[in-house]
């Protein structure tokens, strides 16, 4: 079985791809791309040394695009109070009493939570809103009037 170096090429890229499914590594598929463009300039006859500055030229440039485009782009909301990863985020509850420590017990969700304050001033009786978690320690503020 004589393969040619498209053929060669396409199997590179498919294993790439398959890496990437694997480890959930975009830049994989960034590699992925460059042996694709690899391939077709095989199709097109390029010698090997030109395969060879395709496939860098293509995947290392996407690399480099998509790490500096990552970096300019804003930052990520930490787990602890990001919406999507934790749906308590941004519900209300209602603090009786807080301690010397800026710290209380509230019920959400039909159980009790340790709570902290996490706002400006000091804290008050009242409707607050959770704003992180951490651990099992709810962080609140005061819901703006």
């Not at 300019?72 to 308590?88: F, Q």
């Amino acid at each position: 079985m004589d393969w040619s170096a498209a053929t060669v090429w396409w199997v590179v890229a498919g294993l790439l791809v398959a890496a990437e499914l694997a480890s959930g590594t975009f830049y994989l598929l960034m590699l992925a791309l460059g042996a694709a463009a690899a391939a077709l300039a095989a199709h097109l006859r390029l010698p090997f040394t030109g395969q060879l500055v395709v496939a860098a030229m293509m995947g290392g440039g996407a690399v480099a695009v998509w790490h500096v485009r990552r970096q300019r782009g804003p930052a990520s909301v930490p787990a602890a109070s990001n919406r999507d990863l934790n749906l308590d985020i941004g519900e209300r509850v209602q603090v009786v009493h807080w301690d010397a420590q800026g710290q209380t017990r509230v019920h959400h969700r039909g159980a009790d939570w340790a709570a902290r304050y996490n706002g400006a001033g000091t804290p008050a009786p009242g409707m607050h809103v959770i704003r992180a978690i951490e651990g099992s320690e709810l962080l609140l503020d005061r819901v703006p009037a």
